[in-house]
């Protein structure tokens, strides 16, 4: 059985994912041990304590478990896949809490096809990591919060708007530069938008 | 809320893949965008962009009960799961089994580092054929089954936004008298929110079933009967059910 485990090891994550889709426990073991902490970094990010933040990545990573047959290859990599996933679920979940408890302070404040290492997929994902932490850095504060507000803390443009009283055209307008300037980043290193 | 289109489409494409726009705004632009599919690629690329987000923030530990909690769950579904498909993973363990002691062999005859790669090369790739080998399999006995159902049931197509959108509904009568309505690739809905079937005879609604769409597909016997009816409808509706439809139908047949 660890032998058989350490073959998985070796598996693709776009391999990985089609036998969770046959029902393997084991593949999506693996899945969750190379994925599970940057789920649960972004749930924990988007939610702000650890019980939501577990029971979020749970409910994240059941879906990945029931729903592999929905993954589509050509809309990105499986862990860009399982991140979204996390990211959808965290939006419903703090849009549908009857009363916001977020606090003031959350406003100041390519994979290769195959794994050659265990090793060296992680120290790639580290190295994707980093990379856009320092395209994030590029940006003025006043385009991260905004994107941040968006994509981690789920207020719409519209809340955004209201919560900063910006017109609803600057919010916008912010957004759309943030995206841009991240875009850029890695266009002038000549290198792909990670997926 | 003006109309949809290319201005605000343009408009409104950040704010949705930051997942930044309310609700009624997001449908109108994913309608938008299930009929002007040739601008899908524009949002997937955009989507990327966003996406990169999730990647920045500090790194946080799970505890292992977690995965403990998780995996526990994982296991009591696998058993059913495979009971009802080809048992793509026991092959699979057969095979490495026996990939296993050709490799014990192998390393006995091949002296050296670049041997072991090559052999560890063409084990990935065998497997990737196996897995493919497999899934053409599960293709086929579904290709069967479907067959089968067409030769014994009568369907009904539904239509609708969610149909337009790539989701299939069909309301099928099988041998046993049963109703059943069949949906795949439907969008998913909030955890607050569930489908709900309508059964609608002289203009009156009669809940007849509710489901909650996943990837796999769903199929839900429908409660009332359809003899003698208008129209089936399906509805989004807060979870639990509604004693009457609060939305406009996203799926429906006239009979």
Redesign the interface.
């Known amino acids: 059985m660890a032998e058989r485990g350490r073959q998985y090891l070796i598996l693709a994550d776009e391999d990985l994912i089609s036998l969770v889709e046959a029902a393997d426990a084991e593949a999506f073991a693996t899945l969750y041990d190379r994925h599970s902490r940057a789920a649960f970094s972004l749930a924990y990010r988007m939610m702000g304590e650890r019980q939501a933040s577990e029971d979020l990545t749970q409910d994240a990573f059941l879906k990945v478990w029931r729903g592999a047959s929905s993954y589509r290859a050509d809309r990105g990599s499986v862990r860009t896949w399982i991140l979204s996933i996390v990211h959808n679920r965290g939006i419903d979940q703090i849009r549908s809490q009857a009363s916001r408890r977020r606090t003031q302070e959350r406003v100041e404040a390519s994979a290769p096809r195959s794994q050659p290492s265990e090793a060296f997929a992680e120290a790639w994902r580290n190295s994707q990591r980093d990379q856009v932490r320092e395209a994030l850095n590029t940006l003025p504060s006043e385009q991260l919060k905004i994107l941040e507000l968006a994509y981690f803390s789920g207020y719409t443009h519209v809340e955004i708007s209201d919560l900063l009283d910006l017109p609803l055209g600057t919010v916008k307008g912010r957004m759309r530069l943030g995206l841009k300037k991240i875009r850029d980043y890695f266009e002038s290193r000549s290198a792909a938008v990670p997926r | 809320m003006s109309e949809m289109n290319n201005e605000r489409f343009e408009?409104?494409k950040?704010?949705y893949?930051?997942?930044?726009?309310?609700e009624e705004e997001r449908l109108s632009f994913e309608d938008y965008l299930a009929t002007h599919p040739e601008r899908q690629a524009e949002i997937?690329?955009?989507g990327?962009?966003?996406?990169?987000?999730?990647?920045?923030?500090?790194?946080?530990?799970?505890?292992p009960e977690?995965?403990s909690?998780?995996?526990e769950?994982?296991?009591a579904?696998?058993e059913p799961?495979?009971d009802t498909?080809?048992s793509?993973?026991a092959s699979?363990?057969d095979y490495?089994?026996v990939?296993?002691l050709a490799l014990g062999a192998a390393a006995l005859l091949v002296i050296g580092l670049l041997s072991w790669n090559v052999l560890?090369?063409g084990?990935?790739s065998d497997?990737?054929g196996q897995?493919r080998n497999?899934?053409g399999q599960?293709e086929d006995l579904q290709a069967q089954v479907e067959d089968a159902q067409a030769q014994q049931s009568q369907t009904i197509k539904l239509e609708g936004s969610w149909a337009e959108q790539g989701a299939t509904a069909e309301v099928a009568s099988m041998e046993e008298n049963e109703i059943v309505l069949v949906a795949r690739n439907m969008p998913?809905v909030?955890?607050?929110r569930t489908c709900q079937i309508w059964v609608i005879k002289d203009d009156v609604p009669k809940p007849s079933g509710l489901f909650q769409p996943?990837?796999?597909g769903t199929a839900t016997p429908i409660t009332n009967s359809i003899t003698n009816a208008d129209v089936i409808a399906v509805t989004v509706e807060p979870a639990g059910g509604s004693e009457q439809p609060t939305s406009d139908p996203v799926l429906l047949a006239e009979l």
């Open positions: 408009d409104l950040d704010a893949v930051l997942g930044a726009l309310p997937d690329e955009l990327a962009v966003a996406g990169l987000l999730a990647f920045s923030p500090q790194e946080q530990e799970s505890s977690l995965r909690r998780i995996m769950v994982v296991e579904e696998a799961r495979r498909r080809r793509v993973s699979i363990g490495l089994s990939r296993s560890l090369q084990q990935v497997l990737q897995v497999a899934q599960v998913s909030p955890d607050d996943d990837g796999n």
